[in-house]
């Protein structure tokens, strides 16, 4: 409990000191205020509180906390847990997350809307009379939250929330101006990014997960008769136009009411771990959440499933078996710094397994799902210790998660070797279903097709999933068009990233914010790597170097030449040492093609990173490029049309 306590009180020293003084004063003299009308006003709220009237906690200003709270205090209710009280909601207009979700809380609340008169009443309420705290729903720290034991004992009966028939008709004329035809199913998908609440990602940074991830989950579902609508907010980044899918998010028929009517009529929602899912959960709606956070948690309805974030050790360098993340604390941990302070780092889920959520959770809609021995009851299988948050719940873990990673060890690992033939086309096709994936091979069929010279290298495997496109890329224009055959140089420390240390990188905001951390951006060892590999390319088609790139780098052969160039190095620093080399000696084909999966990175700020390297190198080369476009939201790609040096 001390961790959590020092975690926020360093959090809110922080953000308290960036507060101009004005301010400060200004809160403290209204809290002093508050306390002496909460005492002038005593026998006020003794009266009030005889009369059954109780000013209840609840966080307003998240839509998660919104849904949340209120469901589970009349949930209580309902069932005779709590006795029946005159409900009082403080929801001053300027705090209120969704106004449209606020009003279907107004038939069974006295809701204040009012800043002068929800001042009065904390106030009054404020020595404990007339007050209800709902903390212990979700927002109680190092101990189970009741919501999921509320959730738990309302069991299958129907949600307290359902549409009105008003909503129902105003959505059903939105949705087709949205572009969803006529009695088509769809289902909302949601990854959390930090762009909506900056102000606290310090503390949560480590439950956003990459909308790119869920690509092969949205063909699934696509394939499977259904369409596919994005919620989220204009700060996330889009996603690329495709069929049946809606990227609702940057739409301008967005809006508040339309957000409440997207996750309550959803066949179901994959999301992550953030408040909008819980919409969809108040309203009955099933819910399929990736990248599950703290890892030993899960949703909350029977017919929910989740799966978790997988950890990294960085000390021990492997992913912890998932036994041991359920383990105390590490169960527990609701902040990002913890897990730093912990030599860890959190993994996000693959592609592949987020496709295998969603497919279970259809298979499940359409009565086609086999029950297998992992799906057994998650609670009587996995005992958590009873501070985890979801200890109450009985909502589902994914099965194949639990099939492919429980008691799981990937440290040791025995590299395999297959024919070239044995492939999985379908499997490689899956590479390319993440608009990176897709833009990595459309540069790799460019450096084949237009006969570039030269072979094809990455600095900075991180999870090998952009290695496995390049080769299946690299493997299919060969097949294709009978090109000779290239082969694929993979360059990685693979210890993480080293000390940011130069100017360029220390001030950047990825470092500042601890994305880029010493030791980060570390997930598979040389070995994984190589087995991850050998499922892709025969094992003479690419080789593996391991070491920084300032020593690595500067050992290439002489005669080496690339035409394809993925340079994933994070930090300004290790793009000087992986590309000055690499210009200065001539390794760099004339009509290369050089993707960098950083570029738009710290702000897309010219100062920092990838940036600052690529326009530094281009000023001592005198390199003239041509920029082809962006491959994923965080990347660029140039044409090298030459420069000092080139042969």
């Not at 030993?296 to 978790?308: E, F, T």
């Amino acid at each position: 409990m001390d961790s959590y306590a020092k975690i926020k009180r360093d959090f809110e020293f922080l953000r308290l000191s960036q507060v101009p003084p004005i301010f400060l004063l200004y809160r403290a003299a209204k809290k002093v205020a508050s306390y002496f009308i909460a005492i002038l006003l005593l026998p006020v709220a003794l009266l009030l509180h005889i009369a059954g009237y109780r000013c209840v906690t609840f966080f307003v200003d998240r839509i998660g906390h919104l849904a949340l709270e209120p469901d589970c205090l009349l949930k209580e209710q309902a069932l005779g847990i709590i006795p029946a009280r005159k409900w009082i909601m403080l929801a001053p207009e300027r705090r209120v997350s969704n106004s449209h979700l606020l009003s279907y809380w107004k038939p069974f609340f006295h809701v204040i809307h009012n800043r002068y008169a929800c001042f009065l009443l904390e106030s009054v309420s404020r020595l404990g009379l007339m007050r209800y705290d709902v903390a212990r729903y979700a927002r109680v720290l190092d101990k189970a939250q009741d919501s999921f034991k509320v959730y738990a004992q309302w069991s299958d009966r129907r949600p307290l929330l359902t549409l009105t028939e008003e909503d129902i008709s105003w959505g059903k004329e939105k949705l087709e101006e949205l572009g969803l035809p006529k009695e088509v199913w769809f289902a909302c998908v949601h990854a959390r990014e930090g762009g909506f609440s900056p102000e606290d990602e310090q503390l949560h940074s480590h439950r956003n997960s990459d909308i790119e991830y869920l690509g092969l989950a949205i063909k699934e579902i696509v394939k499977r008769g259904g369409w596919v609508v994005r919620i989220g907010d204009a700060s996330m980044k889009p996603i690329p136009s495709q069929p049946n899918v809606i990227d609702y998010a940057h739409h301008p028929l967005k809006s508040e009411r339309l957000d409440i009517i997207l996750c309550a009529q959803a066949r179901f929602v994959l999301g992550s771990t953030s408040g909008i899912c819980l919409v969809a959960s108040t309203f009955g709606a099933p819910v399929a959440v990736a990248n599950m956070v703290p890892i030993a948690d899960r949703w909350y309805g029977l017919n929910d499933i989740s799966i978790p974030k997988r950890i990294w050790s960085k000390e021990d360098k492997k992913h912890l078996p998932f036994k041991d993340t359920l383990s105390y604390p590490l169960c527990c941990f609701r902040y990002h710094k913890q897990y730093i302070d912990r030599g860890m780092e959190l993994v996000e889920n693959t592609p592949e397994d987020i496709k295998a959520l969603a497919i279970e959770m259809l298979d499940r809609l359409d009565g086609q799902y086999t029950e297998h021995e992992e799906g057994a009851d998650f609670s009587s299988r996995f005992p958590l210790d009873e501070r985890c948050a979801s200890y109450y719940s009985k909502a589902r873990l994914g099965t194949s998660f639990l099939e492919k990673y429980n008691n799981q060890d990937l440290h040791v690992s025995k590299p395999t070797e297959r024919n070239d033939m044995t492939i999985n086309i379908e499997s490689i096709q899956d590479l390319f279903a993440t608009r990176r994936g897709e833009g990595l091979q459309e540069a790799v069929y460019y450096c084949c097709g237009s006969a570039v010279e030269g072979d094809l290298v990455e600095f900075g495997t991180m999870t090998g999933f952009t290695a496995r496109a390049i080769g299946a890329a690299m493997l299919a224009v060969e097949r294709q068009y009978a090109l000779p055959q290239r082969h694929l140089h993979l360059y990685d420390s693979f210890v993480g990233l080293p000390e940011p240390e130069s100017s360029p990188d220390t001030d950047s905001p990825h470092v500042k914010l601890g994305h880029w951390a010493a030791g980060g951006c570390m997930v598979l060892n040389k070995e994984q790597l190589h087995e991850a590999m050998v499922e892709v390319l025969d094992v003479d088609r690419f080789n593996i170097v391991e070491g920084w790139y300032a020593e690595s780098v500067p050992k290439i052969a002489e005669d080496q030449l690339f035409g394809f160039l993925h340079v994933d190095c994070d930090l300004y620093q290790s793009t000087i040492d992986c590309l000055d080399p690499l210009f200065s000696r001539g390794h760099i084909s004339k009509g290369a093609v050089i993707c960098f999966d950083d570029w738009n990175c710290n702000r897309a700020g010219n100062e920092f990173g990838e940036r600052r390297a690529f326009i530094e190198l281009t000023e001592k080369y005198n390199i003239v490029s041509e920029q082809w476009g962006s491959y994923t939201w965080s990347g660029g790609r140039f044409i090298i049309h030459g420069y000092d040096g080139c042969r």
